[in-house]
């Protein structure tokens, strides 16, 4: 998740409110081929640029609001015209698409009302550094939804595979874009499963069977260990806090999972 922006001068914060405003009287931003786009959408996306560089020159961020709404409409409605919308594979995408976007949503605003706190993450810190054991792992894994994929993917590290190269398959895009890398850790920054899985392993060695967490299955290779050398908080505190709200929110899924009905 992104840091907030710190926010800009009064004045700039001021002219973006103004320009949030523009459709305050109801008007269409445009209409393309009899079609009104709403005032809301642009609304909307001017206070997605509160406290930021375009905030300096409103008059500047209305006109590429326009545009970009314009834009989106008439392709939106050369694609509706195409019949493409009336496709089976699209409508599934969509569905898909518009299922992101809602889980997406809902837990940024549960997030509000459920955030990390900075005494939680001061907490994690002091407990991973109590607990440290004197030892830090750098490991690299590959993370997939599915245990038979994952199966599949040591079998293929086991007949010589780059570990590397299946690590672009990853579900976690951070460390699948570094060939699966997690950098220097603690045992005690992981979940409990994915820890106990890695400090059995020797160097070099790779699990040799999928390893099972709330956020799915993971291939794990130990790359090396070394003497704990913990890092300073002021360095650390918002990968913490990054891990914790991972885990908040893997945890609340796993809730609603408990009290759902699944059949």
């Not at 949030?20 to 642009?42: D, W």
């Not at 899985?197 to 060695?205: D, H, N, P, S, T």
Request: net charge positive; charged share 25%; with cysteine.
């Amino acid at each position: 998740m992104n840091p907030s922006q710190l926010a800009l001068a009064a004045f700039s914060l001021a002219a973006a409110f103004s320009c949030a405003s523009l459709y305050a009287q109801g008007n269409p931003v445009a209409t393309v081929n009899g079609i009104a786009i709403p005032a809301q959408y642009a609304d909307f996306m001017a206070r997605q640029q509160e406290g930021g560089p375009a905030a300096k020159n409103p008059e500047q961020m209305h006109t590429a609001i326009r545009d970009n709404l314009v834009n989106r409409e008439v392709v939106v409605q050369e694609a509706k015209r195409s019949g493409l919308l009336d496709n089976a594979d699209v409508k599934t995408e969509l569905g898909l698409v518009e299922q992101a976007a809602i889980v997406r949503i809902y837990m940024r605003d549960w997030l509000k009302s459920n955030p990390v706190t900075d005494e939680e993450v001061r907490k994690a810190y002091d407990d991973a550094r109590a607990s440290a054991g004197g030892k830090e792992y750098r490991a690299r894994h590959i993370l997939v939804d599915n245990e038979d994929v994952a199966a599949k993917i040591i079998a293929e590290l086991k007949g010589g595979a780059s570990f590397e190269n299946l690590a672009k398959q990853s579900k976690d895009p951070g460390s699948g874009a570094r060939g699966g890398d997690l950098g220097w850790a603690l045992p005690t920054v992981y979940v409990k499963p994915f820890s106990e899985a890695m400090v059995k392993l020797e160097k070099g060695q790779t699990t040799d069977a999928p390893v099972r967490t709330q956020f799915g299955y993971h291939v794990i290779r130990l790359d090396d260990v070394r003497t704990t050398q913990v890092p300073p908080f002021e360095q650390v505190q918002q990968r913490i806090r990054q891990q914790l709200t991972q885990r908040k929110i893997a945890a609340r899924v796993t809730e609603l999972r408990d009290k759902a009905k699944i059949q």
